[in-house]
């Protein structure tokens, strides 16, 4: 009697732990993020950059010694530290909220009270559910309300938040919350649109295909200010 119920027990955890990464697998297949937030440990931040770098260079070496590559290779022989310290200071150096830019604003003296806008911002991000590179361009909007950001801070804020492991959609959304604060309005706006390596260079192969997504604060849900903002990304700037 004790048997079965312990049998049946343990057949529903392994039933639910299957469903569940089944759940996870096609929830990261299809790209969907699960939160506005960046998800973190609560001892995210305990170890040292160095021990993190340390701790990475192992792993990458392991999974390269499993794939049967031999590591005493020249040509290989540094990768482990390679990718490592790529990881932790370049790639998903923005995890490090001691790398967001410092939020410096400036009082708009011009009184200048249309929108401000900067586009084709070069972005590098990566995908989290692959850990593939996300490569395409943020144009990024806002209307004053009495204060400004340097241009150059835009593209920062935009780089730092693509420094993650990120799904684009979560992107959008945290360069416009974070230029909503930083700008003290909520008439801030943002629109991506980039190739996902993970769907141009495997599974699919689509290399034609490219994401869109947006993200509309304030005045920008209504229809004349989000058209306006739309036509000026179209513009072609030549020099
Ligand atoms: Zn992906």
Redesign the pocket.
Known sequence: MYLRIIETFISNITMGLKNNIEKFDTLGDN?IGTSTETPMRADAFKLSTDKKIEIIKDDVQHIMETLGLDLSDDSLNGTPNRVAKMFVNEIFGGLDPAKKPKASTFDNKYQYGEMLVEKNITLYST?E??F?PIVGRAHVAYISNGTVVGLSKMNRIVDYFAKRPQVQERLTIQIVEELQKVLNTKDVACVIDAK?L??NSRGIRDIESSTVTSEFGGKFKEKDTRREFLDYIQLETKF
């Open positions: 790209h995908c559910h692959h593939l996902h993970c769907v």
